[in-house]
Structure formats: C-alpha cells, structure tokens
C-alpha cells in the first residue's frame, strides 16, 4: 500500500478549520468530507462511511459529545475511531472519554500533530476491519 489510505469525515462549523484540516489530510493522500456540525455528520455518515471521525466541541444543532455519543450508540458507527479536535477543557475530555472518543487534539494545532493522530485512528481502524470483516 503506498502512502495513507482513508476517508475521513471533518465536522467543525469554522469553514476555516474545516479548511485547514481537509488540506492537511488531503497532502497525506486522505479523502475528506467535511460536515458543518454534528446534526449533518449524522445525516451524512452512513452514506460517506468514513474511517475516521473528527468532532469539534462547541457546534450549533448538535455539539460534538453529543454527536459522540449518539454514533456510539448506533451498532453501525459504534466502532467508527472518534477524535475531537478543540480548544478542549479538563471537563469536555472527560466528557468525550465518557461519550467513547478515542482522542483529542487542542486547537491551536500543528498540522503534523494533525496528520499523527487521524493517521493512527486509522491504522486502528484497519486492525479493527481485519478482526471483524463483513459487517
């Protein structure tokens, strides 16, 4: 396989920080869809079907631990690798671990710390498809 492979879905309601995500993922060879909060990360998940998941906290409609928590709950993304990318506090990663988030990333963020975490998720992810294929 060369280079990273993976379709992540970015879900933050600054259009500049979906921006800035997309590009980086995107130079690492990732497909990204971008989502403006978590009400349309929930329309649009099971269509995308994405590897990886990035929340930010503070959204309109639905916020990201909610949203979290609700794919947690749903046996068709309960797997799915979750970060929150945020200016994230004690409490809200406390939150999130208690929603099944499976990393955080604090805004401001350097791209290369970016590019690390969404990589790893997806590593994870593939470990977790070869354990339990077909669904």
């Not at 990204?32 to 079907?49: I, K, Q």
């Not at 990035?54 to 794919?71: E, K």
Request: proline share 5%.
């Amino acid at each position: 396989m060369s280079g990273a492979s993976g379709r992540v879905l970015v879900v933050d309601d600054s259009k500049g920080i979906r921006q800035l995500i997309k590009v980086n993922l995107e130079l690492e060879g990732l497909e990204v869809v971008t989502a403006v909060d978590g009400a349309e990360c929930l329309d649009v998940v099971h269509h995308v079907r994405p590897d990886v998941i990035t929340l930010d906290v503070v959204m309109p409609r639905l916020d990201g631990l909610s949203t979290a928590a609700r794919l947690r709950a749903d046996p068709r993304t309960r797997g799915l690798p979750l970060a929150i990318i945020s200016a994230c506090t004690q409490y809200e990663v406390e939150s999130g671990l208690d929603a099944g988030v499976d990393a955080f990333l604090p805004k401001p963020f350097e791209p290369d710390e970016l590019v690390r975490l969404v990589k790893g998720l997806l590593e994870r992810s593939d470990r977790r498809d070869g354990v339990c294929s077909g669904g």
